[in-house]
T-cell receptor, first 114, second 114 residues
């Protein structure tokens, strides 16, 4: 069975500071991994994804994430937070062996202080 | 073309009534998903459809929930005899055939059961 754990339901950073949102997964087969973002009063949109190849994945708005198989992690980072990054972020996992069932984490709400 | 659309955007109903929620996926997308997002919680997988294959209903919380997809396009999620705990935002997403593809989310239907 698959599961996703996002450490910290709320994360607060100062503008310009490093953003680190943690995601750990469990999967019996190699997974596809995703980060989605939900801005206030908007729908979810893809931030980035890992399917195969390079384990460091770059996404939109300066975000990136690294797939670490040994740690079963897919943490999301951004070197310098911007006020517009305030949103809720969801990590998700899907097996790469077929099937479309996607399991989402509980989400982490990012607050950015001026 | 247009994105995923859902209707209604908001629905208020009385406990015990049946409700139908509609999803129009992106044209050409063969996979369609339903999720539930309760207040302060992550996305809970409900069901997905992929082409002509049997749907994966493993996430439906009870037999009061059902969904169908007609003609491989529009989908309807039906909740019978609604309960207050059914109050949530119901999200629909669609994607192209491959499991590595991005899911595109609709704006959701906010359901309130009084």
């Amino acid at each position: 069975a698959q599961s996703v754990t996002q450490l910290g339901s709320h994360v607060s950073v100062s503008e310009g500071a490093l953003v680190l949102l943690r995601c750990n997964y469990s999967s019996s087969v190699p997974p596809y991994l995703f980060w989605y973002v939900q801005y206030p009063n908007q729908g979810l949109q893809l931030l980035l994804k890992y399917t195969t190849g390079a384990t460091l994945v770059k996404g939109i708005n300066g975000f990136e994430a690294e797939f670490k198989k040994s740690e079963t992690s897919f943490h999301l980072t951004k070197p310098s937070a911007h006020m517009s990054d305030a949103a809720e972020y969801f990590c998700a996992v899907r097996p790469n062996t077929g099937g479309f069932k996607t399991i989402f984490g509980a989400g982490t709400r990012l607050f950015v202080k001026a | 073309g247009a994105g995923v659309s859902q209707s209604p955007s908001n629905k208020v109903t009385e406990k015990g009534k049946d409700v139908e929620l509609r999803c129009d996926p992106i044209s050409g997308h063969t996979a369609l998903y339903w999720y539930r997002q309760s207040l302060g919680q992550g996305l809970e997988f409900l069901i997905y459809f992929q082409g002509n294959s049997a749907p994966d209903k493993s996430g439906l919380p009870s037999d009061r929930f059902s969904a169908e997809r007609t003609g491989g396009s529009v989908s309807t999620l039906t909740i019978q005899r609604t309960q207050q705990e059914d109050s949530a935002v119901y999200l629909c997403a669609s994607s192209q055939q491959s499991g590595r593809e991005t899911q595109y989310f609709g704006p959701g239907t906010r359901l309130l059961v009084l």
